[in-house]
């Protein structure tokens, strides 16, 4: 009971109740208690309530021969009793009427008629009062209307449900029918159902159920219609669907999802969830990457495990497809490691796995470490079966053992687990003897014996060393022994290469190892003291021979028998027969091998061969030289060939002989054949033993072009052929043009000619191309046409123009030279001349030299004519005592003398003392013996001086004029 509606008083003696309903009835207990016990009373409350409403009569509109029905549901307690009500007149007092049914409270009236229209009435009333509810039914005549939109577009994908409205009213209620586009009534089929309300309900729609629907409305007042439009569309699929994905912790995982959606549909787009919860990339955080049907998990780690969900949708379906993502790891190293069952030679370890990391353990590595003989070094010992969790472990005696363990799974090896307790074996004698020995000299009188060492986990004991053992093989003499405690061991004084039997036996504290096996070794080696005898040559064709010889007795080779060498060399060709030094070269045959296949030599050829004997030592004294001739081969091909046109139907072959005869040349074989006919006969001539090394072949086809295949021969066949093409075209007159001359306009190049007399109508190409372009025009022209004007050419470029003349095979060009067209491209304009540096250095140039002029011309305006002593005096001054500092000129020079007028040559002057300086080539001498001569207070002379001075400056020194600008610059260049 809800604590608001209850209240104690007097001490908890009174429960007040507030706002009883029914739900309160029942039976109610006070008990009270002390020391001495409880008492209990009860009471029954019976909780009773005036008529209250469940459900209303509801008003209605409704057609004549339709069914009413009024509900009236009430309740309270006692039970309220309900009756019916016309415009306030009970039914029990008028007349009966057998359309009307009260049935459980609710009023049924069927086929109602228009004087059905009225107020009904339900009243429910107990003991405790009454509620009466009012209904207006009216009954009325109306056509029917449909108030579903009209066109009204319906989409769906296949294999879902649609439901397409047809809201109709009228009265009486009209009848509601759906037909498809074809006038055929949609029940036929059963997925098609049509509700009470009018709406057409198509389960599993597929692509043949898109069309046009019509849906009409009839009673007895007329009928009505809509249209209404489904189109299905292709249901969502995902084609590929993400994969379950094993990565490690801390990587990159991958989830792809590729799905097809109808093309008609513009909304679509593929969702991922981890979880039922859609997953978004964060602005500050990378670890989701969402590129169109990818999703990257960055830094994948356990938690990110789970099932991750594709979802692709649009704005009719949604598909999804899942993947589970399992993040592995190397395990975790085992822990609490435990010895059992210590033994002399064993010991049972025992561990306990570390986490697997969702990648199954599939085996253990037990690694050991021992402190006396490699301290720190951990050493694997063995590997077990990764369902195991202990093994017991096989030991050597005298070894300090702490064992750790390594588990394995998919990703990798885990750390090691921590060491082991220790664990002492007690010593014992040596299991094993050393292995790999080996006894060879490495003097032909001694012995040295070398063995592998064992390791200190073989010792078993302290202070090991070994006993060295070894005779003679095949005597019975008591064997030489020593003991060392490492190897080598060196014997001296043994006979050469002789074979010896060798043991080697460990030994230690505790006592001796097993009895050890004899081994075999060998002395030391001498060189072979003999040849091989009956050596054979064999020749097998122009280039290999066949070598065999006779195998040289053991104990003539004094070592181990590695195999024979034969050395050839070539003394001389057969067919010059001068001999010469060549290279000799060496065939190895390894092993006991008394015969060899000798290769690459030259035909028609004298060789020398020798074989010898070799050991571990080296070389024996080879055999006799044997003679070896080779006969002839085939011949290389000729060293060249040519042709000459000799007629229209015959051409000579030139030729020369092969470089390579390889024998006498006994004559050549000619082939040929038309290049452009290679059905046609092949033609072949042979051609023996020629005094002269050509050959004319005639009737030939005229302005044919034929292949020619020249081969030589010798007794030992036909060599390879020369190829050459030729031509019984003859050739055109290649034109003498007289004075080729040119002009040119904004956009074409105008070339004109004179021909010689007698080469009229010949036929030749100009060929011209721009600067700026790959493209080779072309253009036949006649020499008797005099000019051509090439048109339509780019303004401001430069174009390479050819003559060419077409001979047999070749175009030859005899006329070429590279034309300006004029006219100017703005643009390339500026490109090629306002932004080149020459150009802006020579404008600034100009600017200078004009201001430079200026000055001098204003300092001539404003002073007289004066004339420098200084530079008269050093004009007769030999050049070897000339200061030869600029600096010694600025001295003495006047403005005047700097700057007046002085002719120019037409170079720089040389620095020998015979050029005289620029300037005037007076002197003193020529004005008076005397040096007594009056000077201005500037050092000039007085006015007669000045007044010759002019004089002279008319004519100047190589020069044609008076200095100006344009001189000046000619003079710079």
């Given at each position: 009971m809800p604590a608001d509606r209850v209240s104690y008083e007097n001490y908890n003696k009174t429960l007040h109740i507030n706002s009883m309903t029914e739900v309160d009835d029942g039976e109610y207990h006070c008990a009270v208690e002390n020391t001495q016990g409880t008492a209990r009373h009860s009471y029954s409350v019976m909780v009773e309530a005036a008529p209250y409403w469940i459900k209303k009569p509801e008003n209605g509109v409704?057609?004549?021969?339709?069914?009413?029905?009024?509900?009236?549901?009430?309740e309270g307690k006692p039970k309220p009793k309900i009756t019916w009500k016309i415009n306030g007149e009970p039914i029990g007092k008028l007349d009966p009427d057998q359309r009307r049914i009260v049935k459980d409270g609710a009023l049924i009236l069927r086929d109602v008629i228009t004087e059905d229209t009225a107020v009904w009435q339900c009243e429910a009333a107990n003991k405790h009062g009454y509620i009466i509810a009012n209904a207006y039914i009216n009954i009325l005549k109306l056509p029917p209307q449909i108030l579903t939109q009209n066109n009204k577009e319906y989409a769906v994908v296949q294999d879902q449900t649609v439901f397409m409205d047809c809201k109709a009213f009228g009265a009486p209620q009209p009848q509601v029918q759906w037909e498809n586009e074809d006038g055929e009534p949609v029940l036929q089929d059963v997925r098609y159902f049509i509700y009470t309300n009018g709406t057409l309900r198509i389960r599993k729609a597929g692509k043949n159920d898109s069309g046009l629907y019509n849906c009409s409305a009839n009673n007895d007042l007329g009928s009505t219609a809509i249209t209404a439009v489904l189109n299905v569309k292709n249901a969502t699929r995902i084609i590929e669907p993400p994969k379950n994905t094993k990565v490690r912790n801390n990587t990159k995982a991958n989830f792809e999802c590729r799905a097809i959606f109808d093309a008609s549909l513009d909304e679509t787009a593929i969702h991922w969830k981890k979880g039922g919860v859609e997953i978004h990339e964060e602005g500050d955080n990378d670890k989701y990457f969402i590129e169109k049907e990818k999703l990257t998990i960055n830094y994948a780690n356990f938690k990110d495990q789970g099932t991750y969900t594709c979802v692709a949708n649009t704005t009719l379906d949604s598909v999804e497809a899942h993947a589970d993502l399992v993040v592995i790891e190397r395990p975790d190293p085992p822990y609490d490691l435990k010895l059992y069952d210590h033994e002399d030679r064993s010991v049972r370890l025992a561990w306990t796995a570390g986490k697997e990391h969702k990648s199954p353990i599939h085996e253990f590595i037990i690694e050991f470490e021992e402190d006396v003989f490699d301290k720190g070094h951990w050493q694997k010992l063995e590997t077990v079966d990764g369902s195991l969790d202990s093994v017991e472990l096989k030991l050597s005696p005298f070894v300090n053992y702490q064992f750790r363990v390594i588990a394995i799974n998919g990703v990798g090896k885990s750390d090691a687990s921590k060491p082991s307790e220790r664990f002492q074996t007690p010593p014992a004698a040596p299991d094993k003897?050393?292995?790999?020995?080996?006894?060879?000299?490495?003097?032909?009188?001694?012995?040295l014996i070398t063995w592998k060492q064992l390791r200190g986990i073989d010792w078993n004991a302290p202070n090991l060393r070994y006993k060295v053992m070894w005779r003679e093989k095949g005597k019975e003499d008591p064997w030489n022994e020593t003991t060392i405690d490492t190897p080598p061991l060196l014997i001296e004084n043994t006979p050469i290469f002789t074979e010896y039997e060798i043991q080697i036996q460990a030994i230690n504290d505790e006592g001796m190892g097993p009895q050890p096996v004899s081994q075999v070794g060998y002395s030391g080696e001498d060189f072979p003291?003999?040849?091989?005898?009956?050596?054979?040559?064999?020749?097998?064709?122009?280039?290999?021979?066949?070598v065999t010889w006779q195998r040289v007795p053991k104990d003539k080779i004094r070592g181990h028998l590695l195999g024979y060498k034969i050395t050839y060399w070539k003394v001389q060709s057969r067919l010059h027969r001068r001999k010469r030094h060549t290279h000799q070269h060496e065939v190895r045959i390894p092993h006991d091998v008394t015969h060899a296949i000798i290769t690459n030599l030259d035909p028609y050829s004298e060789y020398m061969l020798k074989v010898k004997v070799y050991n571990g030592k080296g070389d024996g004294p080879p055999s006799p030289a044997v003679t070896v001739l080779t006969p002839e081969g085939a011949p290389g091909k000729p060293a060249s060939l040519k042709i000459e046109h000799l007629s229209d139907t015959s051409l000579i072959l030139k030729w020369t002989q092969p470089h390579n005869p390889n024998g006498i040349i006994i004559g050549y074989e000619l082939q040929y054949q038309k290049v452009s006919d290679p059905e046609s006969i092949f033609e072949s001539i042979n051609i023996p033993n020629p005094v002269g090394l050509n050959w004319t072949v005639a009737n030939l086809s005229p302005t044919s072009k034929y292949k020619f295949y020249l081969t030589a021969m010798t007794n030992g066949g036909l060599g390879r052929p020369i190829v050459i093409e030729g031509s019984t075209i003859p050739e055109k007159v290649v034109p003498t043009l007289n004075n080729v001359t040119y002009s040119t306009g904004d956009n074409y190049i105008h070339l004109k000619w004179i021909t010689h007399e007698l080469e009229q109508n010949i036929e030749f190409q100009i060929h011209y191309k721009s600067n700026k372009s790959e493209d080779i025009h072309k253009v036949k022209v006649n020499t008797t046409e005099m000019s051509l004007k090439l048109q339509n050419l780019d303004p401001g470029s430069s174009y390479n123009i050819k003559f060419k003349a077409l001979n047999r095979t070749d175009e030859v060009t005899f006329w070429e030279d590279d034309v300006q067209v004029g006219g100017v491209v703005p643009s390339e304009m500026f490109e090629s001349i306002a932004t080149q540096g020459w150009f802006i250095g020579l404008i600034s140039a100009i600017v200078l030299l004009i201001l430079v002029l200026l000055i001098i011309c204003f300092i001539k305006r404003n002073k007289g004519?004066?004339?420098?002593?200084?530079?008269?005096?050093?004009?007769?001054?030999?050049?070897?005592a000339r200061p030869m500092k600029d600096e010694t000129f600025g001295e003495y020079r006047s403005l005047e003398s700097d700057h007046e007028e002085k002719p120019f040559t037409s170079s720089q002057p040389s620095l020998n003392g015979d050029i005289?300086?620029?300037?005037?080539?007076?002197?003193?001498?020529?004005y008076g013996g005397s040096v007594d001569v009056q000077f201005n207070e500037d050092g000039s002379f007085i006015g007669q001086y000045s007044g010759a001075r002019e004089k002279d400056v008319t004519g100047g020194n190589d020069s044609s004029g008076g200095t100006s600008p344009v001189n000046a610059v000619r003079a710079l260049e």
């Open positions: 409704y057609g004549i021969g339709e069914t009413v029905r009024l509900g009236c549901e009430v003897n050393p292995a790999e020995i080996i006894g060879k000299g490495n003097d032909s009188h001694n012995l003291t003999a040849h091989p005898d009956n050596v054979t040559v064999k020749t097998i064709n122009s280039t290999v021979v066949s004519g004066k004339y420098s002593v200084k530079d008269k005096e050093d004009a007769h001054v030999d050049s070897e005289k300086p620029l300037g005037s080539d007076d002197s003193l001498a020529d």
